[in-house]
């Protein structure tokens, strides 16, 4: 088991950041949200000094496009040909849940093949099981589906073998993101036993510092 922090903790830039959090953790999420936002195109200069730092990285897609739409497909694929020199272990896109979305999928998936995972956004986790035939894995947004009341254990017993990634994050009822101190310790216990026996990482996507580090503690702790 790994665990990864985003790369969004300092009010800096995505570098800046990296660094930060450098020996805290043993991967980066790279996060990549605003594809419309030409600064946040990476550029190569930060791709190569993102290369020279000590850790994995796995990469979060821009979810700032409608992807039953071919042109949004393009965009995405710019990212992914942009950062292939980090040699990221994943580069994770939102489900939806429109047919449309599936055949795209597919196709995009088969021309990048094995580092391509897909991710619930919401209370859907129920779309894994539409994309279980595509040739993607599957990243579980844990901390997503604590927060809509969905059965996290149900999910990966279903989907054991797709999942690579792991996003985890607790919620105090009202917001999700929050720190790991709000998920109970027998389901935490869980979700620990099975990245540690499917060795995958853990991104503790909570972006608040002290949360973070607390959320580290206490999963390394459990």
Not at 76 to 86: N, W
Not at 122 to 131: E, P, R, W, Y
Not at 169 to 184: A, E, T, V
């Amino acid at each position: 088991m790994r665990i990864a922090a985003p790369s969004f903790i300092i009010p800096a830039e995505r570098l800046a950041n990296v660094q930060y959090v450098r020996g805290l953790v043993e991967e980066i999420e790279l996060l990549y949200f605003c594809s419309r936002q030409p600064e946040d195109l990476p550029d190569e200069q930060e791709v190569t000094q993102l290369a020279l730092e000590p850790l994995r990285y796995n990469v979060h897609l821009p979810y700032d496009r409608d992807l039953t739409l071919v042109a949004s497909w393009s965009t995405l694929q710019t990212f992914v040909d942009r950062l292939r020199p980090l040699g990221a272990q994943t580069h994770t896109l939102h489900l939806q849940p429109q047919r449309e979305f599936f055949r795209q999928l597919e196709t995009f998936a088969a021309s990048n093949a094995g580092i391509i995972s897909v991710e619930n956004s919401g209370d859907d986790a129920q779309l894994f099981d539409q994309a279980a035939a595509l040739p993607v894995d599957f990243c579980v947004d844990v901390g997503h589906m604590i927060h809509f009341r969905q059965d996290v254990e149900a999910v990966l017993s279903r989907h054991r073998e797709q999942i690579t990634l792991l996003h985890l994050h607790g919620s105090d009822g009202r917001r999700d993101h929050r720190s790991l101190k709000w998920i109970d310790p027998g389901l935490l216990r869980t979700i620990k036993q099975f990245a540690l026996e499917k060795e995958l990482t853990i991104c503790l996507e909570i972006f608040q510092e002290a949360g973070l580090r607390e959320s580290i503690a206490l999963l390394r702790d459990l």
